[in-house]
Structure formats: C-alpha cells, structure tokens
C-alpha cells in the first residue's frame, strides 16, 4: 500500500475519532446547562419570597417594639406614631387597652397609637409565656376589647391572631384595619386562629361616665 493511501485513512481515522469527542462534549455542555438553569431558578423563587414560615419567637419586650416597625413597614398610616410598653401591674391600663383581665400568661404588651390623630387606631403586640397560650390571649383581646373606648371616635373593625409567642391585634377604620392585619399575616407568615368583628363600633354604647385610665 502505498504511504499516501496510508496517510489518508489515519486522516481520515483521527477525523472520525475528533468528531465523537466533540458530539459528546456538545451533549454535557447541553445537559449541564440545563441543570445549572433549574438550580438558578430555584434560587431567584426562593431569594423572592419575602413571607416568613416560622412562627414568630420574641425574647423581648424590645423585639416586640422592632416588630412594630416590621408591620409599618410600607404602609401609609399617620405622621406619627408611638409605641408604648404598658406596665403589667396596672391592670386598669391594661385592661383599657387590651381588654384583658389578667396578665398570668402574658410576659410583655406594647400598644402603637398616633401621637396626634382624629382616627381611631390601636395595635396591640402581646408576648406570651408560653406560645400555646397565645391564641387565648388573641381571642380575649378580640371578645372584650372596647372599640368606643376613645372620647370622641370608634374602630369600625378588629382583627386578632397569633404568631407563635406573639398576640396581635388591631383595631380602627375598615381599610386600614386590613391593611395593617394583612401585613401582620406577611410577616409572620404562619398564624394561628385568625378573629374579627366588624362594625365594632355599634356593639358596646359609648359611656358617658367612661373613666379613661391615668398615663
């Protein structure tokens, strides 16, 4: 045989062998790129979701009053407001407030008010002792709190549920009773029983004789 019929066919074997390589190379990269699209994907859904799974677990009265803000946040509400802690031994204050009779279960309550508003507004963060006892505490709030208990003005709504240790409640008008109440619920992400009453304000008569509790 002669050596130039020789070269051609390892020509033409090296051709043949280079070609299996690059087809096989071409299938990975392929297969690679698909996996490496879903695994981003699975990252970009994950790092979007911005609703909490965990119940809520403060440890403090100031966790509480960081909690505050996190609901606030992107909401339009007043001008401003303050959050107040009450102090668990004054049961008149905090029965005006929350309209619990008892503190046994509770370990902090903060209470968020505009400063200066003609609006009937109130949010009301409780930490319980014990996260089972939460939703009891939630609907006590929701049964016994007074919406007329302003001189001049009523919530129209309440709502109330718990996260974990934590008690919520809200009351004022009907818009922005669901709008605070709906990013409670983002945030926390996990709730327990959820409670409302509407049209509070036509359920307790005002009183005229209503002694507020001294600051």
Request: glycine fraction near 4%; include cysteine.
């Amino acid at each position: 045989m002669k050596i130039g019929h020789i070269l051609l066919i390892i020509v033409a074997i090296i051709a043949v062998i280079a070609g299996v390589v690059i087809f096989t190379n071409s299938n990975n990269e392929d297969v690679n790129v698909g996996v490496e699209n879903e695994v981003q994907t699975g990252i970009v859904e994950d790092t979007n979701s911005n609703e909490n799974t965990e119940p809520i677990n403060v440890q403090s009265v100031q966790d509480l009053t960081a909690l505050v803000d996190k609901v606030y946040e992107g909401l339009e509400l007043f001008p401003s407001l303050a959050t107040m802690e009450l102090d668990l031994t004054d049961m008149d204050m905090v029965t005006y407030e929350t309209g619990l009779t008892s503190v046994e279960d509770v370990d902090g309550i903060v209470v968020s008010a505009p400063m200066m508003s003609s609006q009937a507004y109130s949010m009301i963060l409780v930490k319980a002792k014990d996260a089972s006892k939460a939703d009891a505490i939630a609907k006590e709030m929701n049964d016994n709190v007074n919406p007329n208990k302003w001189i001049c003005v009523s919530a129209e709504k309440v709502y109330a549920t718990s996260s974990g240790n934590v008690a919520f409640l809200v009351m004022t008008n009907a818009d922005m009773a669901d709008d605070v109440y709906e990013s409670f619920k983002k945030y926390a992400g996990n709730v327990g029983t959820e409670y409302s009453r509407e049209n509070a304000m036509d359920e307790m008569p005002v009183q005229d004789d209503m002694m507020i509790p001294a600051l």
